[in-house]
């Protein structure tokens, strides 16, 4: 066996962001750079030699080759068994799946999400624990710790594994197991769900379907379950087979990426149901006919709806949301009794909440849902609960969400995003409105009176650990609040995130647009951090 002990030298830009490293793909071939990080992660773990690795990525530009370099380090390094999906491929809710079922030590998995991949476009890279779940940041500073002062990696020299044949092939003192991509994740979907329910809805001759995956990470799982398991009619999947760089697209499942799938929901002989996922099968995006259902919505319907679903007809232990995720779900919460929680932006804040049973649906309003299941979001899995809700109840989507907001109240929610603005500039609106914030309190707007401000904070109920500067809260004395925040996902220049949301318990009124519900907040928003001019933009690049 030949390790070998390589000599390196730290790159200063290796920072962790809400989920993962995130780069250019150029970026990651530069000599050294991947291997550095590899090396950082393993550097800041314990007790791993002879455990179990979960590999995978969304398929991606670049996803091979990182494969295999992970391969070798995981190997030289003392892992003594390393998971691989055929083809390289994992969803990352696949991923989780595979770390929990196997008892894995952790897991690695390749993927930008929802960013356009190819050679210039973005890779990415984020380490899983054993619960199945992002690294905490407790972990994530470990990292980066160790990537400012690396000196060295081990990789082992060898011939690259085949990773398209199913098998254990031995590498190093290690053994890699190509493993099929689907099959686990199918098996815990089944045990989930009523799939004869959903089986008659999907074959009775009038429901029709469709499921955009862009052509990305979902592809085959959704072809596996919906056409095959479930027996809906071939084409019901499309864009499903997973490209490099995702036929050229944004794999990103929202109004303006995944036009194709909301002209077919929003024209003429629209189908019932809609849905797309994004680059790494863990968001989703749910359309009715002629209806989009707002993420925040949709993660309080499932909430409401949940006693209907056999995996949770037991009812919920608790809901978490992240902070900027509209409070709908917890009015859900509060009818039912049970406690609801607040969390930074980022899946790795719901692991310890899901991990100590204290909650059991989580979301987030970019389109991320998710439960106890697994430690990620999950995309296909919000579609499949949204089925199974429609076959028990025999409602359309719109319906149901109508009917939600009848019985709860409409939380009109937007969110705008401003990308690609010059980091510079981002930061300085910020900091325009953290000086704001002493005095905005009692200050008045039209017809909104400022409550309270606060740079969000969060103490782990758990652990303990605090995360500080998670995003700017305006609230206002009707429960209308205004969020800023600048996205940790992005490759390029500075994201602007504002969160719009105001609610409205009259009936009469929940038929409004949202950006017509929510103007006067929309110009407050300027008013106070300037968008247009710190920006120089008009109008923003997505509004959901
Ligand atoms: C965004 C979303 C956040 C999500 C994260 C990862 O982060 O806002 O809710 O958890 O992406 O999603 P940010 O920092 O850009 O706002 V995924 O599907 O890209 O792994
Ligand atoms: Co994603």
Redo the contacts with the bound molecule.
Sequence with gaps: MNIQTVSTTPFTDQKP???GLRKKVPTFQQPHYLENFVQSIFDSLEGFQGQTLVVGGDGRYYNREAIQVILKMAAANGFGRVLVGQGGILS?PAASCVIRKNGAFGGIILSA??NPGGPREDFGIKYNIGNGGPAPEKVTEAIFAHTKAIAQYKILDATDIDLDSLGSFPLGNSTVEVIDAVADYAALMESLFDFDRIRKLLTNGSFRMCMDSLHAVTGPYAHALFEGTLGAPAGTVQNGIPLEDFGGGHPDPNLVYAHDLVEILFGENAPDFGAAS?G?G??NMILGRHFFVNPSDSLAVLAANAKLVPGYKDGLAGIAR?MPTSQAADRVAERLGIESYETP???KFFGNLLDAGKVTLCG?E?F?TGSNHVREKDGLWAVLFWLNILAVRQESVEQIVTEHWQQYGRNYYSRHDYEGVDSDRAATLMKGVYEQMPTLKGKKFGAYEVAYTDDFSYTDPIDGSVSNNQGVRIGFTDDSRIVLRL????TQGA?L?VYLESYEPNIAKHQLDPQQALGELITIADTIAGIHTHTGMEKPTVIT
């Design positions: 962001g809400t989920s990352t999400s929802h994004d790494d863990d968001r992240s932006t980022g899946w987030e970019s991320g996205s940790g996902t992005g994201t995130r």
